[in-house]
T-cell receptor, first 113, second 115 residues
Framework: DGGITQSPKYLFRKEGQNVTLSCEQN?????MYWYRQDPGQGLRLIYY???????QKGDIAEGYSVSREKKESFPLTVTSAQKNPTAFYLC????????????FGAGSRLTVL | SQKIEQNSEALNIQEGKTATLTCNYT??????LQWYRQDPGRGPVFLLL?????KEKRKERLKVTFDTTLKQSLFHITASQPADSATYLC??????????????FGKGTKLSVKP
């Protein structure tokens, strides 16, 4: 079945550590996105990539980094520079043609201890 | 910049009734507006999309309306069931024309359907 796989589902991190969240899709979608979701807030865009080897900052990119070396993969690194990293992280992809309907992964919950 | 508001954080209704959720935007009219469903601890799932030249869209028990004069979309679930309990998100283009493909999302309305 086609879809988006995020891993790990739950992740705990000590302050000062970098962590990388995985996002893989087998939908052959061109564009991929990372959103952050906090309680009582809408989804906020961290980074997005329209094509391989290219990505753009979203609204809250500070403290995060990404890469897009393969069409299927868009990992997100939460660095120690991110001051409040505890959140629910959602990866999504879009076909690239027509309306901008997103397909989301199941999410990764990061908790900083 | 475009702003989007879902003016009810929570909505509680009785099973069998119609749930009506509201989404308002403040700036330019988007080319289309989307609705997603999100269950706790899960990613959002796309439900319906309505284009600016469409007044109404239906899918089974779901109905979406789009009023560009009022800058508002209404999302209806008829004959609601406890399984409809979830958070519903409204989304639209982050930029005029949607050329970047980015969406902005409302904070969502948490619907609870009581048996």
């Amino acid at each position: 079945d086609g879809g988006i796989t995020q891993s790990p589902k739950y992740l705990f991190r000590k302050e000062g550590q970098n962590v990388t969240l995985s996002c893989e899709q087998n939908l052959n979608h061109d564009a991929m996105y990372w959103y952050r979701q906090d309680p009582g807030q809408g989804l906020r865009l961290i980074y997005y990539s329209q094509i391989v080897n290219d990505f753009q900052k979203g609204d809250i990119a500070e403290g995060y980094s990404v890469s897009r070396e393969k069409k299927e993969s868009f990992p997100l690194t939460v660095t120690s520079a991110q001051k409040n990293p505890t959140a629910f992280y959602l990866c999504a992809s879009r076909e690239g043609h027509g309306a901008n309907v997103l397909t989301f992964g199941a999410g990764s919950r990061l908790t900083v201890l | 910049s475009q702003k989007i508001e879902q003016n009810s954080e929570a909505l509680n209704i009785q099973e069998g009734k119609t749930a009506t959720l509201t989404c308002n935007y403040t700036n330019y009219s988007p080319a289309y507006l989307q609705w997603y469903r999100q269950d706790p601890g899960r990613g959002p799932v796309f439900l319906l999309l309505i284009r600016e030249n469409e007044k109404e869209k239906r899918k089974e028990r779901l109905k979406v309306t789009f009023d560009t004069t009022l800058k508002q979309s209404l999302f209806h679930i008829t004959a609601s069931q406890p399984a409809d309990s979830a958070t519903y998100l409204c989304a639209l283009d982050a930029d005029y024309g949607g050329s970047q493909g980015n969406l902005i999302f409302g904070k969502g309305t948490k619907l609870s359907v009581k048996p």
